[in-house]
Structures are given as C-alpha cells and as structure tokens.
C-alpha cells in the first residue's frame, strides 16, 4: 500500500495537493522542512527564529516562543539537549537509582 501512495502523491506539488484537498474539504496543510518554516512570512514578520549556541552543533537556528508579551517577554536560556543527555538524571529521580548503577546499566546497553 505505503509504495501505491508514494506513486500517488508524486503526481503533484505539495501545493496542487493543498487546492485539491481543500476543494474536497479535507483540512490539511503542508509538512515544512526547516529552512521552508524559516522562509515563511508569517514566521519572519513575528520574528519566531532564534539562534543559539549549542554546546555540540554551534549555532542554531530555532523556533521562538509564540507569546508574545510586552512587560515579560519570553527568555531564552539554554540550547536543546543532546539527545539522551539526560537519561542518567532522569532515571535516578524517577526509579531511585543510584548514578553508579545507572552508569553500569548504561555500559551494558541496557540503558
């Protein structure tokens, strides 16, 4: 079935299939890639892109807070984590595991 769609929906653009959903009435819209979120007008004139710096990528590019408050505006303090940063820490709070053990779990790749 996933290799019929696939052939299906290359037929068109993403935008010929947006007019066409919507003519049928199915709500849908487009699956944006980064750059492609960064490009649109609406993101730009709200100013919805930050940068910061990422303590393994360098500088990133990311998406904002939409609030928008004059007296408290949002801040924006730390980069993402890596992925699987925090896991250790986590699992010590939640299971109530000693760092040691966790440690040993994570070398046999358990965790």
């Known amino acids: 079935m996933v290799p019929l769609i696939h052939d299906v929906t290359r037929r068109r653009t993403t935008g010929e299939w947006i007019v066409a959903l919507e003519a049928a009435g199915v709500p849908c819209g487009p699956i944006n890639t980064i750059p492609q979120v960064f490009d649109d007008p609406q993101v730009r004139h ?7 710096a990422h303590p393994s990528a360098g500088k990133v590019a990311l998406v904002g807070s939409p609030i928008r408050m004059s007296k408290t505006p949002p801040t924006y303090r730390r980069a993402p984590p890596n992925l699987g940063s925090d896991t250790r820490d986590l699992l010590a709070r939640l299971l109530g595991k000693e760092r040691p053990l966790l440690d040993a779990l994570h070398e046999q790749g358990v965790i």
Do not use: L, S, V
């Not at 709200?46 to 910061?52: Q, V």
């Open 46 to 52: 709200r100013g919805m892109r930050i940068e910061m």
